[in-house]
């Protein structure tokens, strides 16, 4: 799987905007190898530990693909985790490049792909180089393990089948990795709470039924919300919560906008924070006017979206520490897996205006800001960046050779005393480490941290 690809699955899963940006953001500065498997989805394994995620494996596919995806069986998925982690080597490769005119056809067929366009058989697999040879000199498309190499007919051209078992067996792959890390995820999940009810700490049951009593306190009706839950062993530096363990129930309406969050304390059962978000009463824009802002400025930009997948949604901008200020917003974007190509689009829900867009390297919104923040007196992404840099060193942990992505919003809620800042991410990519901080972006005062 791509860094791309998985920066792509993690903007369909229904989170916090924190949560979520610090994935994105950290997968961003990810220099993967192989297919990025298993070291660029425990990076996101490694942050849904400290922002506290329930992440649906499906969230790597397409809802068209999802059937076919879910459809999978255990053993199936732990073939394919199994043939990536005994390969011995640390990327796919081909026996010979595409053609001009199969990377073409490849382009149109994954799109057909998406829509629902299958393939009759699975791709074929070589036990051995010498089963691999004899498939090719017999003009057979197929794949061998050990050496995650694919093995293209020599004398003529894929055919549109062949293609299309290409492309299933690849998204079967990454789907198989992501989940099969999820499962360890939960499991690590289940054996935290065990844990915790040894030591007399409430249960996981006993949570819910506290959030729901809140609800009911608050007056708050959930029917027809979706309801997710997770356990958090509040180890993140120990600044969250003094450092408590805690459990988050969690209710959501994608339709109506409106998401409910509790945070309680896992031994003994306060509430420890809450959040009731709703920005409906002030989103002007429908989704539909959203896609046609953001297709319109792809056409100016000159972007070409033919062969590309569309995806869209909507962020209410209530989460804590949202990273755009509060703004209601759609996000709008397209991605071509075949060219490893991706434009994203945020669209303020209040008038239309183009929030943030992100293509061919370019991220507008916090570019933008920065500026402001410096020609109005205030400190530099890098003097943010270096601020935190001593701030690790002086806790023991050496930054050399470590990511570090940068962030800057205005910030429009009571968070911080309504200050603007930086959010400033260290990410070790060897060990997955990672070290957060916000840093008032006027005089450079670390606001709070965060991390693993």
Request: with cysteine; aromatic share 12%.
């Amino acid at each position: 799987m791509r860094k791309e690809d998985l920066i792509n699955a993690v903007s369909s899963i229904v989170m916090e905007d924190e949560a979520q940006a610090n994935m994105i953001e950290a997968l961003k500065n990810q220099d993967t190898k192989r297919h990025g498997g298993m070291k660029a989805a425990g990076v996101i394994l490694a942050l849904i530990a400290a922002a506290g995620v329930s992440v649906p494996a499906y969230a790597l596919v397409t809802s068209r693909l999802q059937e076919r995806m879910e459809n999978m069986t255990p053993e199936t998925i732990t073939s394919l985790e199994q043939q990536v982690q005994n390969a011995d080597v640390d990327s796919d490769s081909f026996n010979r490049p595409y053609s001009a005119t199969e990377q073409q056809r490849m382009e149109q067929l994954y799109t057909e792909y998406l829509e629902g366009y299958f393939p009759q058989n699975d791709l074929l697999l070589a036990d051995s180089e010498e089963k691999a040879s004899e498939y090719v000199q017999s003009g057979l498309l197929c794949f061998l393990p050990s050496t995650s190499t694919f093995y293209l007919p020599l004398y003529r051209e894929l055919t549109d089948e062949e293609i299309l078992e290409l492309l299933d067996f690849m998204k079967k792959r990454d789907y198989a990795l992501l989940a099969g890390e999820v499962m360890a995820r939960e499991e690590e999940q289940r054996n935290l709470i065990q844990e915790n009810v040894k030591s007399g700490g409430i249960t996981e049951e006993e949570a819910i039924e506290i959030a729901q009593s809140r609800l009911q306190e608050l007056g708050l009706n959930v029917t027809g919300f979706e309801m997710n839950h997770y356990y958090d062993d509040g180890k993140d530096m120990g600044v969250r919560y003094g450092g408590a363990a805690y459990y988050n129930v969690n209710w959501s309406n994608i339709f109506s906008h409106t998401y409910y969050y509790f945070w309680i304390n896992a031994e003994d059962g306060t509430i420890l924070d809450e959040h009731i978000g709703g920005n409906e009463d002030n989103i002007v824009i429908t989704e539909q006017e959203a896609i046609e802002i953001a297709t319109k400025r792809a056409a100016e930009l000159g972007l070409q979206l033919d062969g590309f997948e569309m995806n869209h949604g909507f962020e209410d901008g209530t989460g804590r520490r949202d990273i755009y200020g509060g703004i209601p917003r759609y996000g709008v974007n397209w991605a071509n897996f075949v060219s490893h190509t991706y434009y994203y689009f945020m669209v303020n829900a209040q008038d239309g205006s183009i929030l943030d867009e992100s293509y061919e390297g370019h991220r507008k919104y916090p570019e933008e800001k920065i500026r402001q923040n410096v020609e109005n007196g205030g400190i530099s992404a890098e003097e943010a960046k270096e601020i935190t840099r001593a701030r690790l060193e002086e806790q023991g942990i050496d930054t050399t050779g470590v990511g570090c992505d940068i962030w800057f919003t205005d910030n429009h809620s009571a968070d911080f005393d309504g200050k603007s800042y930086y959010k400033i991410t260290w990410i070790h990519d060897e060990n997955r480490k990672f070290y957060g901080f916000y840093v008032d972006g006027r005089d450079g005062t670390i606001l709070e941290g965060y991390g693993n």
